[in-house]
């Protein structure tokens, strides 16, 4: 055998939840070179592909071999005009390569500061936050096919992306493994600080005029303030995802809860699972070792030896019971293995 595996090992330190469970082998690639030679080696026919761990519910004992991408780098690829073109390796930390563009003066990614997770996850599902997803900003990425170990480009359109939601979900799931990224962003930034509390947050902070690392630090106080820290108590951000409804359901709602917040999504309306998920009652609802968290209903979290069976069963209470009261059904967003 070429590659050296870890036989049985513990995830629990490499999942934001913190789920204790084990994996036949485990092994760490910091190249593609090596990457390539651990998929050529076939030491087991079901591997799963590991970035940051950050949105991810193992449930059992994972039989197969995990592969962490750890794979490091990012450069400038080009400059036009006002433009700089970036190249992030997938194994980087989404918000240290955040940090660093703000710290070059780069802007587009500010308002996705502090997100959990590898730089290789981010486009798998279109993260997004404070009125920013990263297609925003996407220009193509590499990606090595699992079988051929060729490697691949995909343009933006290739990706498919959505609401959290891209081809590498849905169509080619399991089929790639993403290598790097290319983001196009804008040396004259211009922020984009619609969403109501990052104005909030910045005249809290006795900012007058505004910069990316104002911008950014406004975003990252509002995530302390709202979000658990996976370090203190294990979680992956929203566990469901927020759901569209048509206006004939959402007139209907909003005549009965005039105060429920929504957001306009061309003909229908994204309802916060967080509002629906804490009418329901289940807002810092402690079930066992894990409950909803008392500042975001939205996430799920593991209050020390949780498994993620007991994760899935308060899911799915949630869901039954939201579509009990508002006849909705919210779809979980995390990946559940
Ligand atoms: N709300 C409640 N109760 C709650 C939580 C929220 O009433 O327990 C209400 C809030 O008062 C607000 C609205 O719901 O009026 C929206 O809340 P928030 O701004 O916290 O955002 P969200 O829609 O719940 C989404 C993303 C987050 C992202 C934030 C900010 C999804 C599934 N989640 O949450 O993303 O940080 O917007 O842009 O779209 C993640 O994906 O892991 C994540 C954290």
Redesign the pocket.
């Given at each position: 055998m070429t590659n050296n595996y870890l036989e049985n090992f513990s995830l629990k330190s490499y999942n934001t939840f913190g789920i204790d469970v084990k994996c036949r082998y485990f092994i760490e690639v910091e190249s593609i070179e090596k990457l390539k030679s651990v998929l050529e080696e076939k030491i087991s026919p079901s591997i799963f592909i590991l970035g940051g761990g950050s949105n991810i519910l193992f449930t059992h004992d994972y039989p197969g071999l995990v592969i962490k991408i750890n794979i490091k780098g990012k450069q400038i690829e080009k400059e036009e005009g006002n433009h700089v073109f970036v190249k992030v390796h997938a194994g980087e930390s989404w918000h240290e390569f955040v940090l660093w563009t703000i710290e070059n003066g780069w802007g587009g990614l500010e308002n996705l500061s502090l997100i959990p997770g590898s730089c290789g996850a981010a486009p798998m599902q279109n993260?997004?936050?404070?009125?920013v997803e990263i297609k925003d900003v996407f220009v193509r990425l590499e990606a090595l096919h699992r079988e051929s170990l060729e490697v691949h480009t995909f343009d933006h359109e290739a990706c498919h992306f959505g609401y959290?939601e891209s081809v590498f979900k849905r169509d080619l799931k399991d089929q790639y493994i993403i290598l790097s990224i290319v983001y196009r962003l804008s040396s004259m930034p211009r922020f984009n600080t619609s969403?109501g509390?990052i104005e909030e947050e910045l005249e809290k902070m006795g900012v007058k005029e505004k910069s990316l690392k104002s911008v950014s630090d406004a975003v990252i106080a509002i995530?302390q303030s709202?979000?658990p820290n996976p370090i203190e108590i294990g979680n992956s951000?929203?566990f469901?995802?927020?759901p569209v409804i048509q206006k004939s359901a959402f007139d209907a709602l909003h005549q009965t809860y005039p105060s429920m917040?929504y957001y306009k999504v061309e003909e229908d309306y994204k309802i916060?699972?967080?509002?629906l998920?804490?009418q329901c009652g289940w807002?810092g609802k402690v079930v066992g070792n894990t409950g909803s968290h008392a500042k975001?209903?939205?996430v799920l979290v593991n209050y020390g030896d949780a498994t993620g069976e007991e994760v899935i069963a308060l899911a799915r209470a949630i869901q039954a019971s939201v579509k009990a009261k508002f006849d909705i059904e919210i779809e979980m967003?995390v990946n559940i293995v």
């Open positions: 993260i997004g936050a404070y009125g959290r969403y509390a995530r709202k979000l951000g929203s469901f995802k927020n917040p916060p699972a967080g509002w998920i804490e807002k975001q209903a939205l967003e």
